[in-house]
């Protein structure tokens, strides 16, 4: 079992920048990939970023490619924990979305979801 923990979320105006923070803890998250994944209102839930924790490999979708950057804190790769960042710069007003982050041995992770956290973009 692994527990995330989503903070950094808030509501800042259009071309902004924001840093979410994902703290993942438990036994089995040294072999777990870390990812973001958001929900808008009334669409589906859709993939933004992941971080591979054997290599450090990022994936980003088409959509904040160049904006937005996944990266790892390295004091907490060899810990009982892990601790992931998703700094969002140029945020757009359709970036606005409950934004989760997720953890897997799969590519995207999609096993374990955190409870989200809140982004607001204002025009």
């Known amino acids: 079992q692994v527990d995330l923990v989503e903070s950094g979320g808030g509501l800042v105006q259009a071309g902004e920048s924001l840093r979410l923070t994902c703290t993942a803890s438990g036994r089995t998250v040294s072999s777990y990939n870390i990812g973001w994944f958001r929900q808008a209102p009334g669409k589906e839930r859709e993939f933004v970023a992941c971080i591979r924790r054997s290599t450090g490999r990022t994936y980003y979708a088409d959509s904040v490619k160049g904006r937005f950057t996944i990266s790892r804190d390295r004091a907490t790769v060899y810990l009982l924990g892990d601790t992931v960042y998703l700094q969002m710069s140029d945020l757009k007003p359709e970036d606005t979305a409950v934004y989760y982050c997720?953890?897997?041995?799969?590519?995207?992770?999609?096993?374990?979801w955190g409870q989200g956290t809140q982004v607001t973009v204002s025009s």
């Open positions: 997720t953890g897997g041995s799969d590519w995207p992770p999609r096993k374990n």
